[in-house]
């Protein structure tokens, strides 16, 4: 057993020293030195991480304002544009309004001065007594159609009235349609 041991002990003292391997440990002082250079690291890494969690949360908050000043800004332009809206809508039925109110004027001046040149007309044929009908021109009506309405001929109408174009008739005048 003794030759069993020694060679034991041989293999395991010369074994590491023929193959190249060594183990080796740190001096205590520098493994402290390691030890507490890691911690500082380790320590510093999480303060960082803190600080970067809190910026991330502060920036959250931000974007928060910044998507509730957003949503009010748009609710403001929403009521400003209606406000606007309702505002033209006012403007324009008010011009509207007079722009009626001015035609009815210059439909009642055309009125009267249809009635100034019929009498006119009826004066200058003395001797003549025309029987018949007055009308009122209203929007879309042609000769043809008011002689068709009188059962009388369109010629008969533009004669009566002395119109030098027939094509032309105006809203509000006043014809002659005889009997």
């Not at 183990?23 to 991480?49: F, G, H, K, Y």
């Not at 019929?118 to 003549?128: E, K, N």
Request: net charge negative; glycine share 8%.
């Amino acid at each position: 057993m003794n030759k069993a041991l020694i060679l034991t002990l041989g293999v395991a003292v010369f074994l590491p020293a023929a193959t190249g391997c060594q183990t080796t440990r740190p001096e205590p002082a520098r493994r402290e030195q390691w030890e507490s250079a890691l911690s500082s690291q380790v320590i510093d890494l999480e303060r960082r991480n803190a600080e970067l969690e809190s910026r991330i949360a502060e920036l959250g908050r931000r974007i928060g304002e910044i998507e509730d000043l957003a949503a009010a800004g748009r609710r403001e332009a929403g009521r400003e544009r209606e406000e606007m809206r309702d505002s033209l809508r006012g403007e324009i039925g008010a011009l509207q309004a007079s722009f009626d109110q001015k035609l009815n004027v210059i439909l009642e001046e055309v009125a009267r001065e249809n009635e100034r040149l019929l009498s006119r007309i009826r004066a200058s044929r003395p001797g003549t007594v025309m029987r018949g009908y007055e009308h009122v021109v209203r929007s879309g009506e042609t000769i043809s159609g008011i002689a068709r309405h009188y059962g009388v001929t369109a010629a008969a109408i533009v004669e009566a009235n002395e119109l030098a174009d027939p094509h032309t008739i105006r809203v509000g005048q006043i014809l002659f349609i005889p009997e």
